[in-house]
Each structure stands twice: as C-alpha cells, then as structure tokens.
C-alpha cells in the first residue's frame, strides 16, 4: 500500500507508540486522526505535528476508547472529514493490575470495538475499498508475566481475537487485512505504572524483579515499533499476521504462515 493521500486514524495517538507511528504515517504522505484521552499531551502533539507536516495533515479527537459513543463518533468524524479510511492502529493500552476491570476495558473490549468500527468504515461489505488494520498486542501474550497477570490477558486476547477476525475478514472477502504487532518492552509512558502503587495494586512489591527483567531483555525505542507497523502497512501480502519486535531478534514474524488477503 502507498501511503501518499491514505487516511489512518490511530488510538492512543499523542504519545508513545502512537505517536511514533503517527509521525511515520505523516511522513509518508499519509493524513492522521489522532484518538487520544490526554488534551494537554494531544494539543502539544498536534500542534508539532502541524508545524512539521502542515496545517490540515491531522485532526484530534478527546476520546476515551472505553466511551462507546465518543470513540464510534472519532471513526465517523474522520470518515466525514478526509472521505474514506485505509488504516486503523488499535493502539491504546494501560497497565492497571489494581483496577483490573478498567485495563480489560481498555486493553481488550474497546480494542474489539475499534476493530469493529474500522471494518465498517474499510469493509468491501459496505461498499467501501478495504484497508489495513493493525492491533497492538504485547510480547506479554508469549511470556506469562506473573507480575501483571491481567495487562497479560488482555494482551492474550488481542492475540486471538486478531488472529480470528483476520481470518474472517480473508474468508468473507472483506478486502482489510488484519495484523497483530506484539512488541517487549518499550519506552513508553504505559512502561513507567510499574513504580506507580495505585497502578501495579498487589504487585508493586514486585517493581525490582519487572525492572530486572527489563534489564534481561532490553527497552525498545517507540521508533522501532513504528518501523514495524509501516512493515505491515505497506505489505499487501500480510493478513493474520503475528509480527513480534524484541530487543535480542529485532522485527520479526512468529513462525506460522500469515493467511492470504
């Protein structure tokens, strides 16, 4: 896929990985929406944004994915306002072991959700042109961490759900192919609830081995993730496709063959 004239909408947009993987889709020529819950690190985002790629390269919408209605009207507002959509990044995360059900929310449901709202956009079944869609997951979903065992389901079902959804969408003939990134650690706001008690609950006794095993494998540049992504992006090949990013390996893909698109 060329990416000049493409229109992509990424969650969790402003900062971290979102907003690497934004800046790459910006300098590729592509325009960008970006979903974000924090205004004051989104105006501060946007507005560099603007100054590197234009005025009008960019919209951003205050939306806390768990918020149905907001994150349905994100999709619907971009679509209204560029005309189309080729590429959604479900990208948003936390790590909230103390108020699990919330990290679940965010992690899991609303990246369903978001999966769902970009199909109906992208999907040759509404008459639309197809696209990419792209979910984050983690190396957590092949490394059992007993540290944060819930941030580790979410990231579990992110896993499966893509790996299924991608496989209807070649069977239905949807014309989106559907990947899943699953990154280690990496250098992100996200990263630091480790030192944070109110996130972590009953596991921030735990802190000094998490950061000993961040020692062990390494933390990633958001910039690497974004490398990857644009991988996938341009790649028209890859449906169902598990790409993993690590600091010992690099990029590189889980062993099974990804399905055709």
Known sequence: MALTGRIALVTGGAQGIGRAISEALLREGAKVALVDSNPEVARECRGRLEEAFGV?????????????????????????????????INNAGINNEKDWQKTINVNLTSLIKGTYLALEHMSRENGKDGGVIINVSSMAAFMHSPHMPVYTATKYGVLGFTKAIAEASAVGNF???????????????????????????????????????????????????????????????LNGAVMKITASKGIHFQSDEPMSA
């Open 56 to 88: 009008g390269s960019s919209l951003f919408f205050e939306c806390d994915v768990t918020d149905w209605a907001k994150l349905q009207e994100a999709f619907r507002k971009t679509v209204k306002h560029f005309g189309r959509l080729d590429i959604a």
């Open 175 to 237: 014309g989106v192919r559907i990947n899943v990134l699953c990154p280690a650690y990496v250098d992100t706001p996200l990263l630091q609830s480790i030192d944070k008690e109110d996130k972590m609950g009953r596991y921030f006794k735990y802190k000094e081995e998490l950061r000993q095993s961040m020692h062990t494998y390494g933390v990633l540049d958001p910039s690497l993730i974004a490398d990857g992504m644009m991988m996938i992006i341009k790649d028209g090949s």
